[in-house]
């Protein structure tokens, strides 16, 4: 730990594409490629790069989570992996850091599980893992009216999406999507166990490549919803296999392909 | 913040498991989680590790002079903080009903059973004595406080060693620890609290509950006893009405569990001191793996290149031709071979978001300083290590037990013993990984 500090203070700034993969920790600063090349590596701390705009070419770049734009420089706010995706157009791709934490951020259009704490007027209040709690119109069911109120109780769990998601304000979730369907969502059943895995595990549950679904899904027939702030509900016939169920997505977290394999092929024989 | 609510579904769930005489993590019903005791560099500080609840105790002492009705005996201070690192909901800076509850209760098991000799720690009478206090710090919590609170407090305190004084005549000299070795405290027994939820009215109890089984508990025995089979102090609370001989029967269960306890404190109380007497690594300070975070990256060495060109010609004048390619295959890893050479394997690239999450993990462990720590340095070690697949799949077992209800719980506990007495003189793994760091 004292040594990757020492490194950062070090190189005041390295460059992005040098550390793609490699742990870069909060208060770092990175530098563009075309920073790189007008300036060479540690020079963009002492001089302002506005100074000499028109040299430049500008070439538009996205900051994902973990990365903070500051004026002309790119700064990191979380500790964890550089990564980078290239742009299918032109410009310079997405850089973010792919870290490893359980306080979940609500974004706009993330599908989570809430659990329903309050009953007020017209909102229920949703309880999300986040800072504060989510609001949810009763109206914003599927076939919800003024008249025809969705029964749900306080306690009960409710698999929704973000519409609004901004900084410092409430977030607010719904059950329907654009065209008023359910899609899936709405109240979660009654029975089934809810357990909490870190982020990085759902993101990697919910890759498209992801085997670990489908080996799960061999094992026994099952219900599974995951929501994006690190909740899973989980249904399986009996409590035991419910109970396996839960035990073994959250050992995925710390296993090889090969463990898990084997953990899989032994669970099918017995 | 807010403590995260508990869903209808959570607590009709964790009912009707505990109806089936199941619980979450797979234990049995009168199964302790893993306790895990790690020591500071200095006297007198712990860690106690009961599943993920962690309890750090510090005891320090002071010459102070003693209260006017008992004017021979040390005082003796206990002092349990819930601090918000532990769980959002603890509100910093606030006496809590839990707290008060949790510290009175701490009190009344260590100081009100007399397990200290405070006469032992009157130095003038009427005017100096030695003033212990224990200092318990929540570092997290899952459930069961009390019981990870009272062995933090009981083995900090065996641990502690307070600075030596002679009284000659009126003169009270105080030695350093160089002049002369401080002495332990005097202790008589060691009181350890056992707790019991019940659920349903009492129809079913379970031994260490975690916070999910607290929070849908009725009711909560806590039961503190020394390895004599003494009661040091019984409590229950929750307003839920208990049979006599449910009460005799938890008592018999604690008595078990505290001798169980007692046993493994005692161990790593000698196996730590073994080691400080030995001048090895000790405290828990050493048993964190250095730079494990930036083990992963490789650093950059600076290398004379004002030579780098004759060299190299001087080398090639004299290399052989490249020899023929080879034909065998060559396995990287299983399930990952490569025929030929220098060609690109398009095989590793599948597994690499895998490897890298592998990769993930390891750092992740080095901070968190878990039990699979040792598993993890040796399936890093190499790749397709045959050891490694043994361990870890040693490991796999307990995740097992989990999930088979029929293996007896003795065996877990053997287990983990084992696994602690091969962990406190941990040296041999960690030189392991110090000389991978430094290929």
Known sequence: MAEAAESVVGSKARAARTVLGQLVLPGEELLLPEQEDAEGPGGAGERPLLLNPGTRSRVRVVCGPGLRRCGDRMLVTKCGRLRHKEPSGGGGGVYWVDSQQKRYVPVKGDHVIGIVTAKSGDIFKVDVGGSEPASLSYLAFEGATK????????????????????????????????????????????????????LGLIRKLLAPDCEIIQEVGKLYPLEIVFGMNGRIWVKAKTIQ????????????????????????SRLAES | ??????????????????????????????????????????????????????????????????????????ILFFNLELSQMAAPAFEPGRQSDLLVKLNRLLERCLRNSKCIDTESLCVVAG???????????????????????????????????????????????????????????SIHHMPICVSFAFFQQGTYLLVDPNEREERVMDGLLVIAMNKHREICTIQSSG???????????????????????????????????KVRKEGGKFGFAESIAHQRITAFKM??????????????????AEAEPPS???????????????????????????????????????????????????????????TGNQDATIVLSDSEEEEMIILEPDKSPKKIRTQTISAKQEKVPSKKPMKKRKKRAVN
């Open chain 2, 127 to 185: 005017e100096k004595v030695w003033q212990i206090r224990v200092d318990l710090h929540l570092l997290n919590h899952d459930g069961n406080i009390i019981d990870a609170a009272s062995i933090a407090a009981i083995v900090a305190l065996c641990h502690f060693r307070r600075p030596d004084v002679s009284v000659q005549g009126d003169e009270v000299t105080l030695y350093t620890p160089e002049e002369r070795d401080p002495v332990p405290l």
């Open chain 2, 1 to 74: 913040m807010k403590e995260t609510p508990l869903s209808n579904c959570e607590r009709r769930f964790l009912l009707r498991a505990i109806e089936e005489k199941k619980r979450l993590d797979g234990r049995q019903t009168y199964d302790y989680r893993n306790i895990k005791i790690s020591f500071g560099t200095d006297y007198g500080c712990c860690i106690v590790e009961l599943g993920k609840t962690r309890v750090l105790g510090q005891v320090s002492c002071e010459l102070v002079s003693p209260k006017p009705n008992r004017a021979t005996e040390g």
């Open chain 1, 241 to 264: 296999q419910t109970l396996i169920l839960a035990n073994i997505l959250e050992a995925c977290e710390h296993m090889t392909t090969d463990q898990r394999k084997q953990i899989f």
């Open chain 2, 324 to 382: 023929e390619v080879v034909c065998n295959p060559v396995l990287w890893t299983p399930g990952t071979a490569q025929v030929g050479e220098g060609t690109e394997n398009a095989w590793g690239d599948l597994e690499d978001s895998e490897k890298e999450d592998e990769d993930q993990d390891g750092s992740d462990e080095a901070i968190i300083l878990d039990n699979m720590k040792m598993d993890t340095g040796v399936e890093l070690s190499d």
């Open chain 1, 147 to 198: 008249r025809n109120r969705p029964n749900v109780q306080v306690g009960d769990l409710i698999y929704g999406q973000f519409v609004v998601a901004n900084k410092d304000m409430e977030p607010e979730m719904v059950c329907i999507d654009s065209c008023g369907r359910a899609n899936g969502m709405g109240v979660i059943g009654q029975d089934g166990l809810l357990f909490k895995v870190t």
């Open chain 2, 239 to 273: 307003g839920i009405m208990l049979l006599k001989d449910q009460v005799l029967r938890c008592s018999k269960i604690a008595g078990v569990k505290v001798a169980e306890i007692t046993e493994l404190i005692q161990k790593a109380l000698e196996n730590d001191q």
């Open chain 2, 299 to 316: 650093e950059k060495a600076l290398i004379d290149t004002s030579d780098a060109g004759e060299k190299a010609g001087e080398i090639i």
